[in-house]
């Protein structure tokens, strides 16, 4: 029943992931670094902020009382991640949901992966979960297959956007992606997937803030709240710095009181935006309450997120006009991504 409840969270929160882009969409007349800062900041300090101050007692004095050490590292993990999350947001902007995310999260899942326990092997050797370990057992063996597969999923997805960009027009690129650009997006996201996985290290590092809000009182599902809040502000930090150059840069600052622009409209939609890109933080604390902050849990996380983001990919036409042929690539692609979560996880099951 553990299981099946943290399966039931990572969906939710895989669904608000794979859907967060599309009030952006309904911005207008803003640069995409005024919409997704005013966006961030409900992602990366309000809604943290909300969301620890429900559900966890006195998580100031949490924070407070952890050592500067601990502190540190989840804050500077959590300006590495920024800095995923910053070209992740590019990745949507020049690929689309469905092809970014892919290829964005593909790398996410198994870096992911495979980092915590090759640095249990360099650092902590005490460890059970090392790399070394994972070659001599059946379940690690599972895991290792799941990244691989991951990764040709990845290839494919690749291979169906190369496809798309022979096939179609500039301007049928452009209908539904508007500033579509295969090779700058591919860059983009596989850096932003490396990156980005270090939301799962960054966990890891403030897991004693979570045991602290447990001790304190706070329901089991939510002790990674008061984590969240330290990690948000790494992410606001790399965020902020680069979208108010970017305003500098683009002599964008206008944008926020811009009259001609329907503001009180763009100020909600990036609310919402940002509001739903937390909420899969949210519930991956609930889902990682059950399944633990392990493989299992960040690469259904991940899946989830793609199986969502590929729908709304289709129904927002992305892959409009193009062969059949490519179709079925980029569908092959992203079910051989979901295969690779299926793998991991019945890794993870065995003993």
Same mark, same amino acid.
Not at 81 to 95: A, D, E, P, V
Not at 100 to 110: H, P, T, Y
Not at 113 to 129: E, K, Q, R, T
């Given at each position: 029943m553990q299981a099946i409840l943290g399966v039931i969270f990572h969906f939710l929160g895989g669904f608000a992931s794979g859907s967060f882009y599309i009030p952006y969409k309904k911005v207008k007349g803003w640069s995409w670094e005024s919409y997704w800062i005013v966006g961030g900041f409900f992602s990366w300090l309000i809604v943290p902020f909300i969301a620890a101050w429900l559900t966890v007692p006195g998580f100031m004095d949490i924070i407070k009382s952890t050592d500067g050490n601990t502190l540190f590292w989840t804050y500077f993990l959590g300006v590495l991640?920024? =800095?995923?999350?910053?070209? *992740?947001?590019?990745?949507?902007?020049?690929?689309g949901m469905s092809l970014?995310?892919?290829?964005?999260?593909?790398?996410?899942?198994?870096f992911g992966?495979?980092?915590?326990? =090759?640095?249990?092997?360099? *650092?902590?050797?005490?460890?059970?979960?090392t790399f070394s370990s994972m070659l001599q057992t059946s379940r690690g063996m599972f895991v290792l297959l799941g990244v691989v597969v991951c990764l040709v999923g990845i290839a494919i997805c690749g291979l169906a956007g190369m496809r798309k960009e022979k096939e179609l027009t500039k301007e049928e690129k452009q209908a539904s992606i508007k500033e579509f650009n295969l090779k700058v997006g591919l860059v983009v996201a596989i850096f932003s997937g490396i990156l980005s996985a270090c939301m799962s290290f960054a966990i890891s590092a403030g897991k004693v803030m979570g045991e602290a809000a447990e001790a304190a009182g706070a329901n089991p599902l939510f002790r990674n709240n008061v984590i969240?809040?330290?990690i948000m502000l790494g992410g606001l930090t790399t965020n902020f710095i680069w979208c108010m150059f970017l305003n500098a840069k683009n002599k964008s600052f206008g944008d926020y009181a811009n009259r001609s622009t329907p503001l009180k409209g763009n100020y909600i939609f990036s609310a919402l935006a940002g509001t739903t890109w937390f909420l899969q933080f949210f519930f991956y604390g609930m889902g990682e309450s059950k399944l633990g902050?392990?493989?299992?849990?960040?690469?259904?996380?991940?899946?989830?997120i793609i199986l969502i983001s590929s729908m709304w990919g289709i129904?927002?036409?992305e892959w409009k006009g193009v062969s059949k042929k490519t179709y079925a690539t980029i569908i092959a692609g992203i079910a051989i991504i979901i295969l690779s979560v299926v793998l991991v996880g019945y890794g993870n099951s065995l003993p």
């Open positions: 991640w920024g =800095i995923g999350g910053l070209t *992740f947001g590019l990745s949507m902007r020049y690929l970014g995310m892919a290829v964005a999260l593909g790398f996410c899942s198994a992966a495979l980092i915590p326990p =090759i640095y249990n092997d360099i *650092f902590n050797a005490g460890s059970p979960d969240f809040v330290v902050n392990g493989a299992s849990s960040w690469i259904l996380h991940m899946a989830f129904i927002l036409k």
